[in-house]
């Protein structure tokens, strides 16, 4: 059975990918039903990457945002050039990966706050999707989004880490919530638990690639680690973590696959 596959979170233009890209894509290829794949820039000098990307392939959904990793090396002009990028690639396209993070060292909450809040009205005014990044930091994210306005067709937390009595209200937002293999970790089991029981009318799927790898058990595509040696997710291996989460929510495959699929093209058109 042909089940259609919809990544709803990855960086295929990140620099880890690069030296595999073109066998990348041929394992994309071969997946056969991958429908789309939200790719996310996350910085003013991948957002062209992004756009190329989006140009090539028709299943490449593309989403521009300043992530706050990178809030403080943002020129004077990003603003311009967040606009720009999103004219280009059209109506469909997201604002993404923004959001707020207190685990990076030396963070200013403030900064990432206002750069955050005026990606999200941007997004709001023009009614696009938004992709957020939280980290050791949801009552300040909660605040942000209780009292900020909001797109109409909602926003996705992506691989979602936040306690389960957020749920309720950030989906009342109009919150999506997407699963990551390394929720399959056995130390995540409280992340599990929340997927257990997230509306399956906002449940989402992502790899997070090249970042966030599953257990080898989840992972029938590998590559090559970096010099360094930290791991490099392979974005095929989205196929795995839809099994996995059709298990985990105790649902035939085939029937998370049509929810999720509603789900994405709600969010993103």
Same mark, same amino acid.
């Given at each position: 059975m042909s089940l259609p596959l919809y990544d709803a979170h990855n960086h295929l233009q990140d620099d880890w990918l690069r030296p595999h890209r073109p066998a990348v894509l041929a394992d994309l290829a071969r997946l056969?039903?991958?429908?789309?794949?939200?790719?996310?820039?996350?910085?003013?000098?991948?957002w062209p990457a992004v756009?190329?990307?989006?140009?090539?392939?028709?299943?490449?959904?593309?989403?521009?945002?300043l992530h706050p990793w990178y809030v403080k090396s943002r020129t004077p002009a990003w603003q311009e050039h967040l606009q720009h990028a999103l004219a280009t690639a059209g109506p469909l396209a997201g604002v993404g990966e923004i959001g707020l993070d207190r685990w990076i060292p030396d963070h200013d909450l403030d900064d990432q706050r206002d750069v955050f809040v005026w990606q999200l009205r941007l997004a709001t005014e023009q009614n696009r999707p938004v992709t957020i990044h939280g980290l050791q930091a949801w009552g300040a994210l909660e605040e942000v989004l209780r009292v900020e306005p909001v797109p109409a067709r909602g926003f996705l937390i992506h691989a979602y880490g936040g306690p389960a009595e957020m749920? $309720?209200?950030?989906?009342?937002?109009? &919150?999506?919530?997407?699963?990551?293999? %390394?929720? =399959?970790?056995?130390? !995540?089991?409280?992340?599990?638990?929340?997927?257990?029981?997230?509306?399956?009318?906002?449940?989402?799927?992502?790899?997070d690639a090249p970042a966030m790898s599953s257990p080898p058990e989840f992972s029938p595509f590998n590559?090559?680690?970096?010099?360094? $040696?930290?791991?490099?997710?392979?974005? &095929?291996?989205?196929?795995?973590?839809? %099994?996995? =989460?059709?298990?985990? !929510?105790g649902l035939p495959l085939e029937t998370?696959?049509?929810?999720?699929?509603?789900?994405?093209l709600r969010l993103f058109g």
């Open positions: 056969e039903t991958l429908r789309g794949a939200v790719v996310n820039g996350t910085e003013e000098s991948d756009t190329r990307l989006a140009h090539d392939f028709a299943w490449v959904r593309p989403s521009f945002g749920v $309720g209200p950030l989906a009342k937002r109009g &919150a999506y919530f997407s699963f990551n293999g %390394a929720h =399959l970790e056995p130390r !995540r089991a409280a992340r599990r638990e929340v997927f257990r029981r997230i509306p399956l009318e906002r449940l989402l799927v992502e790899t590559l090559p680690p970096t010099p360094d $040696g930290k791991p490099v997710n392979h974005p &095929a291996n989205i196929a795995a973590t839809y %099994a996995a =989460l059709a298990e985990l !929510r998370l696959a049509a929810q999720v699929e509603a789900n994405f």
